[in-house]
């Protein structure tokens, strides 16, 4: 089992990472402006956000936008991607609050922090972790979001127990995910193409 988690660990970085330097590409999952309209987002808020974080963009909802954020708060955008989501949510928290995004993907997080930069976005960071390991104390985030990365790690426990340790108590996660109606069969779960659908 290890060797497969490996293996699409590595699969899931190589696809995201060639959909941040060329998202205009067929992808194995659906990706950019388009794609966010149709899980919600609103077009006002895409139009003020710099392409390089809408065009990537790549996620299962809204996170950003149904969150219960407020002023101030300490946020993880946990597989932030390109950074559409942080941007988001720092804008919604002010210049009190703070989104720090992590991914695995460098491609991803240079577009992530040429998006900050580009909309002036001083409250936001981007490191990059694995999501199983994240590198904060304890107790340090008030809000968690995460958009779409347990079905692509099959160290999700792992990653529950790392968001449980670093949100403190009373804090919250929001996160979303693609839940199947039926198993898959062994066949299809072999199926690379199937990984992302």
């Known amino acids: 089992m290890h060797g497969e988690a490996d293996k699409l660990e590595q699969a899931v970085r190589e696809s995201y990472s060639a959909a941040a330097e060329k998202p205009a590409q067929k992808h194995p999952f659906p990706l950019g402006r388009q794609f966010a309209l149709e899980l919600g987002y ?17 996620g299962v909802s809204n996170v950003a936008i149904f969150a219960s954020l407020f002023a101030r708060a300490q946020v993880l955008d946990l597989g932030c991607g390109a950074g559409l989501d942080s941007l988001i949510a720092a804008r919604r928290v002010g210049s009190g609050g703070f989104v720090l995004g992590m991914d695995f993907s460098g491609g991803m997080l240079a577009r992530a922090r040429r998006a900050a930069a580009q909309a002036g976005v001083e409250n936001a960071g981007f490191c ?20 779409g990365i347990f079905n692509l790690n099959p160290k999700r426990e792992r990653i529950f127990k790392e968001l449980a340790r670093v949100v403190r108590p009373g804090g919250a996660l929001f996160a979303a995910e ?12 072999a199926d690379q193409r199937n990984w992302f659908a």
């Open 128 to 147: 990059r972790a694995e999501a199983g390991r994240i590198p904060l104390r304890d107790a340090t985030a008030d809000v968690a979001l995460v958009n």
């Open 178 to 189: 693609l839940i199947l109606r039926e198993p898959l069969s062994a066949q299809e779960r």
């Open 42 to 58: 609103p077009a006002e808020v895409l139009d003020d956000l710099p392409r390089v974080a809408v065009d990537a963009f790549t």
